[in-house]
């Protein structure tokens, strides 16, 4: 178990780093809650937090990668909507309308027919003698109410309510719903490539301020620790002056080593201010956390074609680009699908009526057509503005391409020549070391003057901060190397794999 065992607990820290190296960012954001509380707890008590914990921090605070978590769930929202096209569509539809009057049918002539058929039927009824003059004229009075009658028929009266239902099924749409469903996936795709480059990034700002943190407080102990020893021999050398045993001009090269000493201890503290600030924001916490780990290195890192081979197929911000290469084919796709006819079944129905006249159907069933055959050239100019956008996006991609391998060359180099020269300033560390132990020695035995050992202790610590810094150099150069190539998850391992330094 690594040093993060101390300060997490085991079951997270393992579900932690499984998560990170199999690429499940989504599932990451369950744990994140649980993770947060449990340091929250843990470092309320201790302020110190390891590499691990830092980086369970920021992803769990981070604003810039909650927003990115936002655009991916919208984008999955948008994925559901888009499968949501092939199915039935059913829709409410309800109406009240005033007319401007009443709709009739006029029967006026008809009447006039049928008055004057039946008043001729009793006539020759009367002549026939079947009827006679007493029943006719009975028939006559009887029939005289229905021909003063008003003979309209009303169809619709003026005011009416509808409320009806509408079902659309899809048969045919040019292919515009699998275009749909398609260009939700990339958007998807896109959405997680924008997160993983984010996290990317983030993590490797978080190793260049963590291990920031982490040099400034070495640079600070080394810059005490010469501050004090050159207090030592000025105090020494005071006394000695007073005894009559050394110059005045040696008191005065001490103060002079002394206000240089607290100049680079004052500029340290300074800058390890600046940087805890800075890794706190990274981790969007108010509380002043400080970093419990150390500067690593390793021995050696895998081959340039390892890293290149893996940035063409894991480096996020590629893997974006592609699918919106992608994006743009199926906007070239969904162009030309504006060419081919839309085909549907249709069917509605009345739920309930109010005046709504007994003649009309209360239901109806079909298949519509939609074509259209003009727009202004409209179609035409979009699709081949789809075609150009694809070959823009294309050249993008194969530049970019370009980029991230240049990329990866320039940083591969910088952390090769970063292991270089922490051995040769491990080198020169150790002969600033074995060098001050001498002329120690010989300002035990009288031969060096105290100046000459100032001169030696300020040379050693100088050698140490700039061993620090070229392991410093190796850390973040690593970060880079490992963003650009899409394997930022395996830092959390390197640093296992990885020697502590200790000066």
């Given at each position: 178990m690594s040093r993060s065992a101390r300060y997490?607990?085991?079951?997270?820290?393992?579900?932690?780093?499984?998560?990170?190296?199999?690429?499940?960012?989504?599932?990451?954001?369950?744990?994140?809650?649980?993770?947060?509380?449990?340091?929250?707890?843990?470092?309320?008590a201790q302020r110190y937090v390891c590499f691990d914990e830092a980086l369970a921090l920021m992803l769990a605070n981070n604003r810039a990668l909650r927003g990115a978590r936002y655009g991916v769930d919208a984008a999955e929202e948008e994925l559901r909507a888009a499968r949501g096209l092939?199915?039935?569509?059913?829709?409410?539809?309800?109406?009240y309308t005033l007319l401007q009057h009443d709709v009739d049918i006029e029967l006026g002539g008809v009447k006039g027919v049928?008055?004057?058929?039946?008043?001729?039927?009793?006539?020759?009824?009367?002549?026939?003698?079947?009827?006679?003059?007493?029943?006719a004229s009975f028939l006559g009075g009887a029939l005289a109410p229905i021909a003063d009658m008003d003979w309209r028929y009303r169809l619709q009266k003026r005011s009416l309510f509808t409320l009806g239902a509408t079902l659309t099924v899809p048969i045919y749409m040019g292919g515009k719903i699998n275009i749909a469903n398609r260009a939700?996936?990339?958007g998807v795709e896109v959405g997680v490539c924008e997160l993983n480059a984010k996290e990317n990034s983030l993590l490797t700002q978080l190793v260049e301020r963590?291990?920031?943190?982490?040099?400034?407080?070495?640079?600070?102990?080394?810059?005490?620790?010469?501050l004090g020893g050159v207090e030592k021999h000025l105090s020494d050398a005071l006394a000695m002056e007073e005894e009559g045993l050394l110059a005045?001009?040696?008191?005065?090269?001490?103060?002079?080593?002394?206000?240089?000493?607290?100049?680079?201890?004052?500029?340290?503290?300074?800058?390890?201010?600046?940087?805890k600030h800075a890794l706190c924001s990274t981790m969007s916490t108010d509380m002043e956390l400080l970093p419990s780990g150390k500067l690593f290195i390793l021995d050696t890192i895998h081959s340039l074609d390892y890293y290149v081979d893996n940035a063409y197929n894991l480096n996020p911000i590629l893997g974006g680009l592609a699918a919106n290469a992608s994006?743009?084919?199926?906007g070239v796709k969904l162009s030309r699908a504006e060419f081919l006819p839309e085909v549907a079944a249709m069917a509605g129905g009345s739920i309930y009526s109010h005046n709504l006249s007994d003649i009309v159907p209360r239901w109806a069933v079909g298949v519509g057509v939609k074509l259209s055959i003009f727009d202004g050239l409209g179609k035409e100019h979009r699709y081949r503005a789809s075609k150009l956008k694809a070959h823009?996006?294309?050249?993008?991609?194969?530049?970019?391409?370009?980029?991230?391998?240049?990329?990866?060359?320039k940083e591969y180099y910088a952390t090769t020549n970063a292991i270089v020269a922490i051995e040769a300033s491990r080198r020169s560390m150790e002969f600033a070391a074995s060098y001050l132990a001498s002329i120690s020695d010989g300002f035990s035995e009288g031969v060096n003057s105290s100046a000459d050992l100032v001169d030696a202790r300020v040379e050693y610590a100088a050698q140490r901060v700039e061993y620090l810094n070229s392991a410093y150099t190796f850390v973040t150069s690593l970060a880079r190397l490992l963003e650009a190539s899409g394997l930022s998850s395996e830092f959390i391992f390197c640093i296992d794999e990885g020697h502590e330094i200790d000066v």
């Amino acid at each position: 178990m690594s040093r993060s065992a101390r300060y997490m607990p085991k079951e997270y820290y393992c579900f932690a780093r499984y998560l990170l190296s199999s690429g499940k960012r989504f599932a990451m954001r369950y744990l994140l809650t649980i993770v947060a509380v449990a340091l929250a707890v843990d470092v309320a008590a201790q302020r110190y937090v390891c590499f691990d914990e830092a980086l369970a921090l920021m992803l769990a605070n981070n604003r810039a990668l909650r927003g990115a978590r936002y655009g991916v769930d919208a984008a999955e929202e948008e994925l559901r909507a888009a499968r949501g096209l092939r199915s039935l569509r059913v829709d409410l539809v309800g109406a009240y309308t005033l007319l401007q009057h009443d709709v009739d049918i006029e029967l006026g002539g008809v009447k006039g027919v049928v008055t004057k058929s039946i008043e001729d039927i009793i006539g020759e009824g009367v002549k026939s003698g079947v009827i006679t003059p007493g029943v006719a004229s009975f028939l006559g009075g009887a029939l005289a109410p229905i021909a003063d009658m008003d003979w309209r028929y009303r169809l619709q009266k003026r005011s009416l309510f509808t409320l009806g239902a509408t079902l659309t099924v899809p048969i045919y749409m040019g292919g515009k719903i699998n275009i749909a469903n398609r260009a939700a996936h990339l958007g998807v795709e896109v959405g997680v490539c924008e997160l993983n480059a984010k996290e990317n990034s983030l993590l490797t700002q978080l190793v260049e301020r963590y291990y920031g943190v982490v040099l400034a407080q070495h640079v600070v102990e080394v810059r005490s620790e010469v501050l004090g020893g050159v207090e030592k021999h000025l105090s020494d050398a005071l006394a000695m002056e007073e005894e009559g045993l050394l110059a005045h001009s040696a008191i005065l090269y001490l103060e002079y080593r002394r206000s240089s000493a607290e100049r680079d201890l004052a500029e340290a503290e300074h800058r390890l201010e600046v940087a805890k600030h800075a890794l706190c924001s990274t981790m969007s916490t108010d509380m002043e956390l400080l970093p419990s780990g150390k500067l690593f290195i390793l021995d050696t890192i895998h081959s340039l074609d390892y890293y290149v081979d893996n940035a063409y197929n894991l480096n996020p911000i590629l893997g974006g680009l592609a699918a919106n290469a992608s994006l743009a084919n199926e906007g070239v796709k969904l162009s030309r699908a504006e060419f081919l006819p839309e085909v549907a079944a249709m069917a509605g129905g009345s739920i309930y009526s109010h005046n709504l006249s007994d003649i009309v159907p209360r239901w109806a069933v079909g298949v519509g057509v939609k074509l259209s055959i003009f727009d202004g050239l409209g179609k035409e100019h979009r699709y081949r503005a789809s075609k150009l956008k694809a070959h823009q996006v294309a050249e993008l991609v194969e530049n970019a391409r370009d980029d991230i391998v240049l990329l990866v060359e320039k940083e591969y180099y910088a952390t090769t020549n970063a292991i270089v020269a922490i051995e040769a300033s491990r080198r020169s560390m150790e002969f600033a070391a074995s060098y001050l132990a001498s002329i120690s020695d010989g300002f035990s035995e009288g031969v060096n003057s105290s100046a000459d050992l100032v001169d030696a202790r300020v040379e050693y610590a100088a050698q140490r901060v700039e061993y620090l810094n070229s392991a410093y150099t190796f850390v973040t150069s690593l970060a880079r190397l490992l963003e650009a190539s899409g394997l930022s998850s395996e830092f959390i391992f390197c640093i296992d794999e990885g020697h502590e330094i200790d000066v």
